[in-house]
């Protein structure tokens, strides 16, 4: 069993910066990837940001040189910080890990997602 849950989202004006945390737990032996989704009302849900377990990180043309994406490895935690945010940036966020169990299964999950809202 593995639980994926988001915090720290909410209301902010344009301009203003979130900080969005991502922790994963349960029968996990080891993370390959952590990355950030979202997805704005009737939208398809897109790509934000991603890490590998080494550090290389992707992001979104959109949110480049804005959004920090960033991970704790003995956590199994994961952050995005976001500056300088922008009413397009209003969406509910996702998290998702694929991961190997302690079983050595190979599995993705989501979390629930936590609403980003940007508005003046």
């Known amino acids: 069993q593995v639980h994926v849950v988001e915090s720290g989202g909410g209301l902010v004006r344009p301009g203003g910066s979130l900080r969005l945390s991502c922790a994963a737990s349960?029968?996990?032996?080891?993370?390959?990837?952590m990355a950030w989704y979202r997805q704005a009302p009737g939208k398809q849900r897109d790509l934000v940001a991603a890490?590998?377990?080494?550090?290389?990180?992707n992001y979104a043309d959109s949110v480049k040189g804005r959004f920090t994406i960033d991970r704790d490895n003995a956590k199994n935690t994961m952050y995005l910080q976001m500056n300088d945010l922008k009413p397009e940036d209003t969406a509910v966020y996702y998290c998702?890990?694929?991961?190997?169990?302690?079983?050595?299964?190979?599995?993705?999950?989501w979390g629930q997602g936590t609403q980003v809202t940007v508005s003046s």
């Open positions: 890490i590998l377990s080494g550090g290389h990180t």
């Open positions: 998702k890990v694929d991961l190997w169990t302690k079983t050595f299964t190979r599995r993705t999950d």
């Open positions: 349960g029968s996990i032996f080891s993370i390959d990837v």
